[in-house]
DNA sequence: CATTGTGAACGGATTCACAGCC
DNA sequence: GGCTGTGAATCCGTTCACAATG
């Protein structure tokens, strides 16, 4: 078994950093690197790296660091991308077109199979077609899509999630700017991104008042 | 003064997710809220939430509830966005354009007031202009700009980030799958869309492993 | 001897429980 | 009586310091 206990959600949200500066060094032909120099490559501790690789494992080997490839390999595993994932985005709006160009392209570790709006018929993108949201049922019961990408307006975003569960979705990725709700057993990550722009704002202007009181 | 201590960035991160809510509630003409209703709203516990705004103040009666305009009101002025932010948008892919779209369309509180890409002159959206990145220095310094969003291609990051800070950038929302290097008291915040999708995929394998377990 | 792996110490965030107030 | 505001208790994640080891 890959994994010791439940990893905490910091150390997952983690995972996938280590992986694509993995990708990296490998594309740069290293083949050793220490919890030191990833540290550096990802602005987390040596430390911080060490314990979140420990959970899943001994990956390292003392004295001389981690093998780029054999970790990569293991990061896959654990993650889950050693097998590719089919995924559907819904809501084939400039963000919906942004994901899927993005993920079917260059995105090598994910599998996006379908695309759904309730404008179908325009024209889509890597050889995917658009369907309407009404043949979403037969579809993810024939794919067995587990995993999903909602960009629809946010008014539409609970009917469609219901039709999701209903047709036994696991995790949806969420960009609408509401509060989904689902069964227990379905992990939504909202990533509304005007939510995420007023955090940096609040930063900002933070910033400005610094400056005025001194 | 509107603020009390520095609040932890787990709060902060909150505040325009009870701004969301209190737009909604306003609009349904709902006058006054519990923390309790709050909490079903969000997500969020009710004591965290009360505990969240007794950061910034005391704006609830007690036996009563908070009044949701004037609670709006203060976190606006909590966040920053009482006086509309100006922002760029750097990168015009399909991301960049969903942004835009987006922020300049529905949300009323931040002001994009410039597009840049290495190709300019393709149709802006919302009556704004893409421009070349080599107008970016300029355009900055005369509009003030301290806040931008980040849509370029990875190989491209560092350098327009560069660009950004010598000009006086304070706060970067950064798409790209990169660790940006700034200075200390630049403020970025990472919205790789890969990374979230990744960990999803965590959470939707980890199900059918506890399943094929049982 | 450099670097991993990890128990112990620390610190920050959440939850609890209740005092304070309308 | 009901709900806010908050100190105290708890939980969780990070950092420290060092033992283990190739």
Do not use: C, W
Request: hydrophobic share 40%; net charge positive.
């Amino acid at each position: 078994m890959t994994r010791r206990n439940k990893a905490p959600k910091s150390v997952v949200k983690r995972l996938p950093i280590y992986l694509r500066v993995l990708d990296n060094l490998i594309r740069r032909d290293v083949e050793i690197i220490s919890s030191r120099v990833l540290s550096e490559e990802t602005g987390f501790t040596a430390e911080q790296i060490r314990k979140d690789l420990a959970y899943f494992g001994a990956f390292g080997t003392r004295g001389t660091g981690y093998n780029t490839s054999y970790l990569r390999e293991r990061l896959l595993r654990i993650i889950g991308l050693d097998k590719q994932t089919k995924i559907i985005v819904v809501g084939f709006g400039h963000l919906g077109k942004a994901l899927t160009r993005y993920n079917a392209g260059k995105n090598r570790y994910v599998d996006i199979v379908g695309v759904f709006d309730k404008k179908p018929g325009e024209t889509g993108v890597e050889g995917l077609k658009v369907l309407p949201i009404d043949q979403l049922p037969k579809f993810m019961q024939k794919e067995k899509v587990k995993v999903a990408m909602l960009t629809v307006p946010a008014d539409a975003a609970q009917d469609v999630t219901d039709l999701l569960v209903e047709n036994g979705i696991t995790a949806i990725l969420n960009f609408a700017p509401v509060k989904l709700d689902v069964p227990e057993d379905v992990y939504v990550h909202n990533a509304d991104l005007t939510t995420e722009l007023q955090t940096l704002i609040y930063y900002a202007s933070e910033d400005e008042k610094q400056h005025q009181a001194e």
